[in-house]
């Protein structure tokens, strides 16, 4: 977000002298947490608890679990021919109906609750329909509603764009919705409720062996998001980042009328806190194994070498806004070609061979052929520890060679060590990295 104005406290607002005396929390409840109307009220006894500890307390919800895709199906079924703004018109309407649900069931429950739509705040956007970006929060009309004592109830991953028409954020987004939102406001923390109790070392659905994390950074947490955990959107994670608010990933499912205590023992949030660096006494060298599926690796053969040969051809890409992830480039003995091999999702595979196939036809630069194959999975290792001990790559390859699993391509940077393999193998790999690290969890 380019700016966020600060929040102002009316005068008379029932606080005390502008003075808070107590905290303010934005809480965000996902898919499985209003997926019917009985979990609404389960996530609003939630809201309830706060509130009545004294907390100012904003809700942001998710669509109810599977609408999104069914309104994404709805949008395929009608037109081959994407039209983004009407996308984003159909697939935005599954907030507002819990948005709309979750105020009511809070009324019902005697806190004073009305809901809002991205506009009615507003959340202003920048126009990319279905990946827009929030620009700007507004938050005289919440503050206002804090004011008054009433619970406001925002839909998440839509907002407005400058033209006036509804946006979405992209898949996940409402995470990025209440982070935006717990930052406009100055919350002193913003609270994810999910269908699992924390972020774990690795997605507690591959292994049952995957371990609670306590606490985790926010690079971490970043480079975990973007390499497959989709326990928070990315998006979400780098503007918790940039605005310094304190992330919580806990369960909707705990009693909500039980004591908050940290996993540490001390009271607090009953899950993982995504903090600064700092504040974490003990750096594992690998904090989490994650995985992504659905990626392609594309290859170029005999490229003929020229400077500025990787400019066109990752440019030919970027014009169709083709994300390239891992890359790898041979050069032949006598240096004239070279084969380029990288990696896109498999979503983008198509595209990604028309765009190159056209920009070869165009003259921008000689190969002699594609070769490309879907349905590779990327697994990786992540912890800051690896910025200060040596060799965490070795022993990576040194695990999957004793599982007899071969590596395609290989992708470290600071806190990260990637490497495609054969989908077959994934979760295979996943555990016996998650095993070889130290990460199991042997109560489990
Ligand atoms: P919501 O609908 O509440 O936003 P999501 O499905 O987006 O929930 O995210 C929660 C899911 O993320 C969990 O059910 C879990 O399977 C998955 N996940 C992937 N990696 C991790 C991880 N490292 N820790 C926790 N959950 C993870
Ligand atoms: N409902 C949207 C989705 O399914 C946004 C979200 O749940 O975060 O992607
Ligand atoms: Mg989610």
Redesign the pocket.
Known sequence: MKQLRPGRVPAGSGRDHGVRALGRIVVK?????VATVERIRQAARHVKREVDAGHEVAVVV?AM?GKTNELVGWVNEASKRHDAREYDAVVASGEQVTAGLMAIVLSEMGIPSRSYQGWQVPIRTDDAHGAARIVEIDPTELEQTFAEGVVPVITGFQGIAPSGRVTTLGR?G??TSAVAVAAAVKADRCD?????D????????ITSK?RRLTRISFEEMLE?ASL?????MIRSVEMAMAHKVRLT?RS?FDDPTAPQVAPDGTPGVPGTLVCDEDEIMEKQIVS?V?LARAESKITLRDVKDRPGIAASIFGALADESIVVDMIVQNVSEDGSTTDITFTVPDAEHDKAVKALQAAGEAGKFLYSKIQSAKGGAKVSVVGVGMRNHAGVAASMFKALADKSINIQLITTSEIKTSVLIDDEYAELAVRALHTYYGLDNEDA
Do not use: C, E
């Open positions: 409840f996902g898919g499985t947490s998710s679990s996940g409402s995470d994810i409720y999910t269908d699992v924390g972020v774990y070392t690795t997605d507690p659905r995957a975990m497959g955990a989709k326990v928070l990933v909707t989490g994650t």
